[in-house]
C-alpha cells in the first residue's frame, strides 16, 4: 500500500481564476512544481481530488475540464501527478464525493491502494481539510491563515504557500513515527469511479 498526498486543483496548484474551463487561463502557482517533484522523490503517490461544480452549473463541459487538467499536467511535466478525481456536482445536490465529503479520497484509496492514515490532503479551503479529516488522512495542510474551526490541531497545519506545505510534509515523514491506525472501516465508502459523471 502508498502513501499519497491529495490535492486541491484551482487555488492550490494553479491560479483559480473561478471556473476555469480555457486551456490558456492554466498558470501554475509558485513553488509548485518543485514541491510536487520534491514530493514524489520522497515516494509519495499525488492525486489531485478537485469539485467542478461548473459542469454541474452547465458553465462548461467535461471535455473542457479535461483540456484544462492536459494543460496544467503540460506545465507541470509528465509523471508528477498518479491520478485526479473530480465532482461535478451542482453543490445544491451534493453526492458524498463532493467535498467536504470525504468519496473521492476513499475512491482513490481503494483504486491506487492507498494507505489513508498515512497519507496528506492540501488545499485552500475549509472543505479540503474536512474531506481529508473525514477521510482519515495523517494530516491537512491548508494553505493561508487558519480560519476558526474544530480541527484536531495534531492533524491539521497552515502554511502560507506550497513549498512550505511540502516542507512540513517532508519533515513530518522524516520523524519516523508511526502512524495510528484508521479509525474507520475505508473498504466502503461511495460507489464512484474516476472521470465519471455521477
Known amino acids: 500500500m502508498h502513501k499519497a498526498v491529495f490535492l486541491d486543483r484551482d487555488g492550490t496548484l494553479m491560479t483559480d481564476v473561478g471556473y476555469c474551463a480555457r486551456p490558456e487561463d492554466v498558470s501554475i502557482l509558485p513553488g509548485v512544481k518543485d ?51 473530480f465532482c461535478p456536482d451542482h453543490p445544491d445536490r451534493p453526492t458524498a464525493r463532493r467535498k467536504p465529503g470525504p468519496g473521492m479520497l476513499l475512491e482513490a484509496a481503494r483504486d491506487l491502494k492507498i494507505r489513508l492514515w498515512d497519507s496528506y490532503m492540501v488545499g485552500d479551503r475549509p472543505v479540503d481539510v474536512e474531506a481529508g479529516l473525514a477521510a482519515g488522512v495523517r494530516c491537512c495542510g491548508y494553505l493561508g491563515l487558519l480560519p476558526s474551526g474544530n480541527w484536531p490541531s495534531a492533524r491539521v497545519f497552515s502554511a502560507p504557500c506550497f513549498s512550505v506545505a511540502t516542507r512540513t510534509i517532508l519533515g513530518d515523514l522524516k520523524k519516523g513515527q508511526p502512524a495510528g491506525g484508521p479509525d474507520r472501516d475505508d473498504s466502503g465508502g461511495v460507489a464512484a469511479f474516476k472521470g465519471r459523471l455521477t
Do not use: H, M
Open 35 to 85: 514541491g510536487l517533484a520534491s514530493l514524489k522523490a520522497a515516494g509519495l503517490c499525488l492525486v489531485i481530488v478537485t469539485n467542478q461544480s461548473g459542469i454541474g452549473r452547465g458553465y462548461f463541459s467535461e471535455p473542457a475540464f479535461w483540456a484544462v487538467q492536459r494543460a496544467l499536467e503540460d506545465q507541470l511535466g509528465p509523471g508528477l501527478i498518479d491520478a485526479i478525481y
